[in-house]
């Protein structure tokens, strides 16, 4: 049989080098990427989250999500430690899979003792190896992941949200991946361009916008407000990804159209937002000292007319403003795309 395969087998392969594998199969071999949340797009129009949105070059999505996750990962390894109830949980789970596992392997032992008794007539002789230890089982026992992945509409582009409500601060995280790149000790990665910091997620209302704007700029200023000259100056950046105005009122929708904001209008309720909190703050799109982004998410599945946008308040060292307000590249010689 062996002999009747190999006369068989195919041999038009001068198109690939020997050994070579394929690009599908080397990322399936090679890198590991997580599933994609689908309950996301219904979780998003629910509530809040935060997490990170990733840019990177067309068709290079997978490649980058690998990059993405590494870097994440070596930043927010402490998180489920951080986390008592994840800790806990996890501690559940591996006490619940130890106790399945010994009422198994009792059963399994009192079964083997049993029948040795009645061959033996009452001679009790357990074989050896039949009492085994668990430490295989614990071993497999993975910590979860706390960010999920979340298909987008848009090429170019990798979401990830936060699965729970415990989760670090993402401006911290990205600030310091950026330090740790302008020191040297963070390899400069290849396919991820910019990560921006998403603080929270909000469908494109005028008022659940304009909450959340004021919360976040609040906790701005206590933490970091209090050192920065007066008057505060302040920018508003929004972006759709090619999302055309159409598409977010959507066209055959139900949505209130009043309710939903255009771009000039979310300028004017994020700026309002801004002076509620900041009573001396003044527009400043050359030099800002803090800068509130608003970033439209094409999150697969939403229905239309109903955007979800990202929302974040950035400190001046993680902006740039030219050509266009923006979170800083990863790697310098990066271009800016419109």
Known sequence: MAELEVAEAPTNLKDDAPGEMKPWEQHSAVISIPRYDYKAPTSLLHRSFSGFLVTCPIKREKSATKEAMSILDKYLGAITTCNPEAEEDLQNIVSKRRKVIMTETEEYINGIENKILNENNG????????????????????????????KLTRSGLLLFTFSNDHCPDVVDTVSNIMQSLESGSLKAPLWCHRILPIQTTCVLHEKELGTLVSK???????????????????????????IEETELKGKNSNSNPVALLDRNKCFEVVAA???NIVSDSV????????????????????????PVVAVSVLPRKLI????????????????SKK
């Open 123 to 150: 001679a009790r002789e357990v074989p050896e190896g039949s009492c085994s230890s668990s430490p295989k089982s614990d071993a497999n026992t993975e910590k979860p992941n706390p960010l999920s992945l979340v």
């Open 216 to 242: 976040l700029v609040a906790d701005f200023m206590n933490n970091e407000g209090k050192e920065l000259a007066r008057p505060i100056k302040f920018a508003v950046g929004y972006n759709r990804r090619g």
């Open 273 to 275: 937002a801004v002076k």
């Open 283 to 306: 527009v400043d799109l050359k030099c800002p000292e803090l800068s509130v982004l608003i970033e439209v998410l094409p999150v697969s599945g939403i229905p239309n007319g109903s």
């Open 320 to 335: 740039m403003t030219k050509p266009r307000l923006c979170i800083k590249a990863l790697v310098h010689d990066v271009k």
